[in-house]
């Protein structure tokens, strides 16, 4: 059975650092793609990031610059490294496979794009 299991949230200071840990069972990096996305409170649920079978990775342009995906196929975990965070960043975070294709990101980043939702981790940014 495929699963995620996001990790690694919590509350933070403006202008501080998180990694978050997406693990993967059931299934192994080498043939699926993951995604992050967030939901904040009353949004619509958005992509942030994307890492394909083949390493190769995508933003969405609001996340260029300050979030960077990776992954330790050892671990079978993709990460979400998050810098300079701010208030706005405050959402529940989580990681997903592409419904079709399931090695390659979706350039578009939509969440029906996506499915075997983890639970997601909450990220609260605030002094």
């Known amino acids: 059975q495929v699963q995620l299991v996001e990790s690694g949230g919590g509350l933070v200071q403006p202008g501080g650092s998180l990694k978050l840990p997406c693990t993967l069972s059931?299934?192994?990096?080498?043939?699926?793609?993951i995604g992050w996305f967030r939901q904040a409170p009353g949004k619509e649920r958005e992509g942030i990031s994307c890492?394909?079978?083949?390493?190769?990775?995508y933003y969405a342009e609001s996340w260029k610059g300050r979030f960077t995906i990776s992954r330790d196929k050892d671990k079978n975990t993709v990460y979400l490294q998050m810098n300079s965070l701010k208030p706005e960043d405050t959402a529940v975070y989580y990681c997903a496979t592409p419904v079709i294709g399931p090695g390659v990101c979706t350039k578009t980043m939509g969440r029906y794009e996506y499915d075997h939702w983890g639970q997601g981790t909450q990220v609260t940014v605030s002094s």
């Open positions: 059931g299934f192994i990096l080498d043939y699926y793609a």
């Open positions: 890492i394909g079978s083949d390493g190769r990775t």
